[in-house]
């Protein structure tokens, strides 16, 4: 009888473990690639954001503020009704609405209520754009939402009842650098009480974008090259640094602080990878996590892109020299830099004279620092 031809058992598993070597060491090679194409395409997102702007400001004479308020002084309150109820600057469009036309967008700028605020349901079909601009392929999570007057943390007011259908709410990756403090208390500045008092602490925010800000490129006198204009601010990691506000954090044509602008008083990346304690302890003034959104953020290994005044894109590391590198679980004003203090009336930063870390420097305008392009 004739033996049948074939492999013997061990010749198998021989055969087997080869492939399984091969699959092990193809993979790594495979992801690290697919990363290098999303790292290189939140790059290029980062410079058309940035010629943008720069367009922006040759046409206007100054960079697109993080938002401008339609505030006409009384109560503040969500109706926002033009000529008649008055609203804040927060409910008003972010920089990357006023940019539009300059990323080649006109019909969607077009299609803006300017005589409404970025929340009203006037401007609820914008919300459901996505734009591929502000779309960075590592962050892993930025489907959308769907709006609803029971929707919890949505940008849009209840004053008004949605109209029929679905309407979604679209997110951005990236936001405006405010400087080296988070503009949140800012938004007591037009608090009628307050308004007086508080109107010299405007000076405090030292970046390129921030809300009613109307910056040229004279302004920057650090340097275009040395100062930060957009940066990563993920959506994913919101999504768990920010869970009870997170679903509706980053929304894409709201000037709200923690929707497209971020400040560097924390470092970038701060606890990301998550660990087994996150930053949800009371830590703003009571209000629980609620300055995560104001940090830069990216899911790139080691770091995350930052676009520069002058239109170029780095990518900065986590280990950049910060002025912050302890997380407390306390009251915020237990580990802000020494030297700075918090303006409870006004509810502003003020820097004092805390030193700046290079991560803090690169984030200012005109502080004067000196920075060397390898210490980042």
């Given amino acids: 009888m004739r033996r049948r031809p074939g492999f013997t058992l061990i010749e198998l598993l021989v055969v087997i473990a080869i492939i399984a070597v091969l699959i092990a060491?193809?993979?790594?090679?495979?992801?690290?690639?697919?990363?290098?194409?999303r790292r290189a395409q939140c790059t290029n997102n980062l410079k058309?954001?940035?010629?943008?702007?720069?367009?922006?400001?040759?046409?206007?004479?100054s960079f697109p503020g993080g938002s401008y308020s339609n505030y006409n002084g009384g109560a503040p309150s969500s109706g926002c009704v033009p000529g008649a109820v008055p609203c804040k600057y927060p409910e008003n469009f972010s920089c990357f609405v006023r940019?539009?036309?300059?990323?080649?967008?006109?019909a969607m700028y077009n299609a803006v209520n300017f005589s409404f605020t970025s929340?009203?349901?006037q401007n609820i079909t914008i919300a459901g754009v996505k734009l591929s601009a502000l779309t960075c392929p590592s962050d892993s999570n930025l489907n959308p939402i769907t709006i609803a007057t029971t929707t919890p943390g949505t940008s849009f007011n209840q004053v008004f009842p949605t109209p029929a259908g679905t309407w979604l709410q679209y997110f951005s990756s990236y936001a405006g650098c405010t400087g080296?403090?988070?503009n949140g208390g800012y938004t007591t500045y037009y608090d009628t009480t307050k308004a007086a008092g508080c109107a010299s602490q405007k000076s405090q925010f030292d970046g390129v974008i921030y809300n009613d800000s109307t910056t040229r490129i004279a302004d920057i006198t650090d340097g275009t090259s040395n100062t930060f204009l957009f940066g990563e601010h993920c959506h994913a990691n919101?999504?768990?640094?920010?869970?009870?506000y997170g679903g509706s954090d980053n929304s894409w044509q709201s000037g709200r602080w923690y929707d497209c602008l971020f400040g560097t008083m924390y470092p970038l990346n701060l606890q990301v990878p998550p660990t087994s304690s996150p930053l949800s302890a009371t830590s703003v003034l009571g209000k629980g996590n609620y300055y995560y959104p104001t940090l830069a953020t990216s899911l790139h290994a080691g770091g995350g892109n930052f676009a520069f005044c002058d239109g170029s894109v780095r990518f900065v590391?986590?280990?950049?020299?910060s002025w912050?590198?302890?997380?407390?679980?306390?009251?915020?004003?237990?580990?802000?830099?020494a030297g700075s203090s918090f303006d409870s009336s006004c509810y502003v930063w003020n820097k004092g004279s805390a030193q700046a870390g290079v991560y803090q420097a690169l984030s200012t305008r005109g502080s004067g620092e000196v920075i060397s392009s390898d210490a980042y």
């Fill in 25 to 37: 060491l193809l993979l790594p090679a495979v992801q690290a690639a697919r990363e290098a194409a």
């Fill in 48 to 61: 058309q954001l940035a010629l943008a702007a720069n367009n922006y400001e040759s046409s206007n004479g």
């Fill in 99 to 106: 940019m539009l036309p300059f990323t080649e967008q006109s």
């Fill in 119 to 121: 929340s009203n349901i």
């Fill in 180 to 182: 080296t403090f988070d």
């Fill in 238 to 244: 919101l999504l768990v640094y920010d869970s009870a």
């Fill in 317 to 321: 590391k986590n280990s950049i020299n």
């Fill in 324 to 337: 912050q590198t302890t997380v407390q679980t306390t009251l915020h004003t237990s580990f802000i830099p």
